[in-house]
């Protein structure tokens, strides 16, 4: 037969274990849905991508990827991307003025905004030849607009416009040590958005990830 302070002693026990088990719960809770860019699972992501042949170019248009949303007065997704990519921002109301953006494509300096393009990750034609042809221009605006994934990245005019809309078996950036970020970001958006890649696609991707280090999630 237990005393009563052995009771008392069950009892803060079974109450500090509920306690450890809903602490536990509210740390899940809290976590992050989506993995960050930069490591994580990144090879399963690319081996539950669905390998097919490019699709049609018929029937496309950037037009029926409607960009840029307005984010303010006088100011667009593309400022928002200018004042995320850039330093020392300045800003005309939300409209982005000046700064200074470092091109991870190539490794060059700008100061003038004008001289930036926003690239898409996965440009707005391959998406087309991947499945996006299939959705309405509501989803592909959301696809063209996407400042959750790492789809829109601020570069020099000049590399932007080589890549044009080739995927990464047809161009890789010229700045070797970004490959495994850009081979990782490509994956990303491709898995969440339910994009298709070719098998030449998918082997260069592969490739560029072989021997990728990422930092430890804590």
């Not at 409607?66 to 004042?83: A, F, I, M």
């Not at 070719?198 to 072989?210: F, G, I």
Request: proline share 5%; aromatic share 8%; with cysteine.
């Amino acid at each position: 037969m237990r005393t009563r302070s052995g009771r008392r002693v069950a009892v803060a026990a079974a109450l500090a274990a509920a306690l450890t088990v809903a602490a536990a719960g509210c740390t899940a809770v809290d976590e992050p849905q989506a993995p960050p860019s930069g490591g994580g699972n990144v090879g399963d992501r690319l081996d539950q991508l669905t390998v097919a042949s490019a699709g049609s170019m018929k029937g496309y248009s950037r037009d029926r990827f409607p960009h840029w949303r307005d984010t303010g007065k006088n100011c667009d997704v593309r400022d928002s991307v200018l004042k995320r990519d850039g330093k020392d921002i300045r800003l005309s109301g939300c409209n982005v003025v000046a700064g200074r953006w470092e091109s991870v494509y190539d490794g060059r300096t700008f100061t003038d905004p004008s001289d930036v393009d926003i690239d898409h990750m996965v440009p707005l034609a391959n998406a087309w030849r991947s499945g996006a042809d299939e959705w309405d221009d509501a989803k592909r605006g959301d696809f063209a607009n996407d400042l959750t994934r790492p789809q829109l990245i601020a570069v020099s005019a000049s590399s932007n416009r080589a890549k044009g809309d080739q995927d990464p078996s047809q161009w890789k950036p010229a700045n070797r040590s970004y490959w495994c970020q850009y081979a990782e970001d490509w994956v990303t958006v491709k898995h969440h958005w339910r994009l298709t890649v070719t098998s030449a696609e998918k082997a260069a991707l592969a490739d560029m990830l072989e021997g990728c280090t990422w930092p430890s999630t804590p």
